[in-house]
T-cell receptor
Framework: KAGVTQTPRYLIKTRGQQVTLSCSPI?????VSWYQQTPGQGLQFLFE???????NKGNFPGRFSGRQFSNSRSEMNVSTLELGDSALYLC????????????FGEGSWLTVV | KQEVTQIPAALSVPEGENLVLNCSFT??????LQWFRQDPGKGLTSLLLIQSSQREQTSGRLNASLDKSSGRSTLYIAASQPGDSATYLC????????????FGTGTRLTVIP
C-alpha cells in the first residue's frame, strides 16, 4: 500500500511569491494534517482537514491556508513568502477517528531567498 | 498550552547497548502518545502508539511506556544497532484525540559500531 506522497520534494522561491504544496494521503485515510519543521521551532501543527473541512488550526498567520478535495488529497498554500517560511513541510494522514496512528510523508523542502 | 520535552537532546552509545529515551509533557490530559523516528532529511516514521489507557506498547526491540499521571513516557531500545541512529521524537495528542500533535524537540541517537 502506497504511503503518504508529497510533491514537490524540493523548491526554491523568492520572497513575496506564493507556493502550493500537495499531499496524497494513504488510500482510505480521510484526515490530512500539515506540519512545519524548522531547526529553531521544531515541529509545529499548521492545520488538519477531514472530509474536505478544516477541523483544527494551529497558530500560524492567515498567509498559510489549505484545502482538501473529495478524494482526500490536500494542498497547502503560503502567500507572500517570507525568509522565515523556509522549512520542511510535512503532511500526515490517518483514518481520522481519534486514536489512530498518524503516518507522515517525506516532506517538501521549501527555501525562500 | 501543552509542552513536550525530551532529554537528552543527543545520545551516543556503542552498538549492542540497551538505552532509554525520555519524554515528558506538562498537561496529563492526553488522548495518546506516539513515538516517531526521523532520519536526516526525511519524514517521520511511526514506531509506537500508546493510548492514554495503556501503560506500554512493544514492537520488536522497542518498548514504550506511559505514565500519564506524572506526564512521562520512555522509549526503551534493546540491543542497539547502527541502523537505529536517527532522531527520535515523541508527540502527544490532546484529550479530544484531534490530529494536532504536540511534538518534543527530539533526541538525536548515534549508535557507534
Amino acid at each position: 500500500k502506497a504511503g503518504v506522497t508529497q510533491t514537490p520534494r524540493y523548491l526554491i522561491k523568492t520572497r513575496g511569491q506564493q507556493v502550493t504544496l500537495s499531499c496524497s494521503p494513504i488510500s482510505g485515510h480521510r484526515s490530512v494534517s500539515w506540519y512545519q519543521q524548522t531547526p529553531g521551532q521544531g515541529l509545529q501543527f499548521l492545520f488538519e482537514y477531514f472530509s474536505e473541512t478544516q477541523r483544527n488550526k494551529g497558530n500560524f498567520p492567515g498567509r498559510f491556508s489549505g484545502r482538501q478535495f473529495s478524494n482526500s488529497r490536500s494542498e497547502m498554500n503560503v502567500s507572500t513568502l517570507e525568509l522565515g517560511d523556509s522549512a520542511l513541510y510535512l503532511c500526515a494522514s490517518s483514518l481520522g477517528t481519534a486514536g489512530n496512528t498518524i503516518y507522515f510523508g517525506e516532506g517538501s523542502w521549501l527555501t525562500v531567498v | 498550552k501543552q509542552e513536550v520535552t525530551q532529554i537528552p537532546a543527543a545520545l551516543s552509545v556503542p552498538e549492542g547497548e540497551n538505552l532509554v529515551l525520555n519524554c515528558s509533557f506538562t498537561d496529563s490530559a492526553i488522548y495518546n502518545l506516539q513515538w516517531f523516528r526521523q532520519d536526516p532529511g526525511k519524514g517521520l516514521t511511526s514506531l509506537l502508539l500508546i493510548q492514554s489507557s495503556q501503560r506500554e506498547q512493544t514492537s520488536g526491540r522497542l518498548n514504550a511506556s506511559l505514565d500519564k499521571s506524572s506526564g512521562r513516557s520512555t522509549l526503551y531500545i534493546a540491543a542497539s544497532q547502527p541502523g537505529d541512529s536517527a532522531t527520535y521524537l515523541c508527540a502527544v495528542s490532546d484529550v479530544t484525540g484531534a490530529n494536532n500533535l504536540f511534538f518534543g524537540t527530539g533526541t538525536r541517537l548515534t549508535v557507534i559500531p
